[in-house]
């Protein structure tokens, strides 16, 4: 499923998207399903370019609620 457009004089554009914690780079993964519309990834590390701490800490919170997160993370 790619990139879907909202109704005639909207501004929104809607997708699918997937999204995981890597344990690896510490990061959260995200992608849409179809894997080549978007691929990204998001930290809370204060040295990385990726850091974004308020987008990391909601799709954490999503990733815990639903049993996703891993132990020890």
Known sequence: MGVQVGPPNTKYV???IDFWYNAKDRSIHIATRDGVTMISTVNDQPESVRRHPNLFRKL???LIENGRWPEGA
């Open 14 to 16: 809607r997708m699918e």
């Open 60 to 62: 954490k919170g999503l």
